[in-house]
């Protein structure tokens, strides 16, 4: 554990810093990081939050066996995308990814057709949008729907009726 920290480090700062000025390449470490973190919540994001996506309860418990459970709460996005599917490492296919994380991600589109034949034969929803645009269209959606308020008649915690 203390040797893979202390190689990561030295290969994030020490060695660097050997060859630039310190202030560098702690700039271009925090950019890196920035972009690195904006990019997989983008990814996440298109992946669990579109439309018709529901999210789960706050409890432990599913309604539906774990393989079904993935299925409904994930969405792939711009599978055709070759480009895209290179620099996100196949995590565009979500579906695949979840249901089979052990499997490397060269193998995902080979294999989503099958997943979703599959769940066509068993009567299970398989959401896929075939740009990314589409898929941020739909987040844009979502994020629209969840912000509005509360139907009428729905009394929430500690309000007034």
């Not at 075939?130 to 139907?151: D, I, M, N, V, Y």
Request: charged share 15%; aromatic share 14%; proline share 5%.
């Amino acid at each position: 554990l203390w040797l893979g920290k202390a190689t990561t480090f030295s290969l994030w700062f020490v060695i660097p810093m050997l060859f630039r000025p310190w202030y560098l390449v702690i700039a271009f470490s925090i950019l890196t990081m920035m972009i690195l973190g904006f990019v997989l919540a983008v990814v996440f994001q298109l992946a669990h939050v579109v439309e018709p996506l529901e999210f789960s309860a706050a409890t432990n418990r599913v309604s539906a066996d774990w393989a079904s459970h993935q299925v409904e709460t994930t969405a792939n996005f711009a599978t055709q995308n070759r480009l895209l599917t290179w620099y996100l490492g196949g995590l565009n296919h979500q579906i695949e990814h979840h249901l089979f994380a052990s499997v490397p991600d060269v193998h995902y589109a080979r294999i989503a057709d099958i997943v979703e034949t599959c769940c066509r034969e068993f009567g299970r929803p398989y959401h896929r949008y075939e740009t990314f645009r589409s898929a941020l269209a739909s987040h844009g959606r979502k994020l629209h729907a969840l912000g509005q308020p509360p139907a009428l008649g729905v009394v929430v915690a500690n309000q007034p009726a």
